[in-house]
């Protein structure tokens, strides 16, 4: 009898993943604006299935919860900006199933006891890191003394982390952030523009047909250094990727959203 049950919950979390998996995907004919659904429901299915996953089941957990980080930061980056209250529930969430991932690890857990920064910094999983850096990132825009606290040096060893691990990550991600991160936060919490322009660069090198890159480093770097040029031909150039469809399919959330930004900043009397 145990063993049916035990079959039972495997064939049940396969499916429930499968499903997931199939809702998350963002293939042929991807629309930014009926995309909401599917992701919701991707969400969804990987929840149920989390706690059906035995706990020695280390890498389909880690699976799970890696996309569970991801799509609630998606969803609320791209879908509820309008909404700041389920914007920082989601971000919340995003950062508690990456941290949960990075905790599957023994040696993360035993170097936590000690230091937190140290267990990030050692930590093997690019996607739990990247998705931490990035979900912790925007809830701390919620919670202004956390992050003075020291949660801004945390995202900033998670991305610097990731690049040690893969700074290729979806389309140079790891430099990507941690441009963003350096742009966007005041010096006296490590903020550096140039620098910035550094990991924004490595970043399109990396990977050229990722739109964000350009798009972030117009936006966080250039227009507030008001380099309008540069500013204008990062903003040109997605705008001439974007052209392809190939280009466009490559990336589909992440291009069709940047694209949109894109084309809203070039709007910038700067640039005409």
Request: hydrophobic share 45%; net charge negative.
């Amino acid at each position: 009898m145990a063993t049916s049950v035990s079959v039972l919950a495997a064939s049940s979390v396969g499916g429930l993943i499968s499903r997931a998996d199939a809702a998350f995907a963002r293939g042929e004919g991807f629309s930014l604006d009926s995309y909401e659904p599917d992701l919701r429901e991707a969400i969804s299915a990987y929840e149920q299935a989390l706690g059906l996953i035995p706990e020695e089941e280390v890498q389909t957990r880690a699976h799970v919860l890696d996309r569970l980080a991801q799509g609630y930061f998606e969803l609320g980056f791209a879908y509820l900006s309008t909404d700041r209250n389920a914007q920082e529930e989601a971000f919340r969430k995003g950062k508690d199933y990456a941290l949960a991932s990075l905790r599957l690890d023994p040696k993360f857990v035993k170097t936590e006891q000690e230091s937190f920064r140290a267990a990030i910094s050692g930590a093997t999983d690019v996607a739990a890191l990247f998705w931490y850096g990035n979900n912790l990132g925007s809830y701390l825009n919620f919670h202004f003394m956390a992050a003075l606290s020291g949660g801004m040096n945390d995202v900033r060893a998670a991305f610097a982390r990731a690049i040690e691990l893969d700074e290729s990550y979806i389309g140079g991600g790891p430099w990507r952030a941690l441009g963003s991160f350096l742009a966007k936060v005041p010096s006296f919490l490590g903020g550096d523009r140039e620098k910035a322009k550094e990991a924004f660069a490595r970043a399109i090198e990396l990977g050229p047909d990722f739109l964000e890159n350009y798009v972030d480093a117009a936006e966080y770097v250039y227009k507030q250094g008001e380099e309008w040029d540069k500013f204008c031909a990062n903003l040109r150039e997605a705008i001439t990727r974007g052209k392809d469809p190939k280009v466009m399919a490559a990336w589909p959330l992440y291009n069709a959203l940047a694209l949109k930004r894109a084309e809203s900043l070039i709007n910038d009397k700067k640039c005409q």
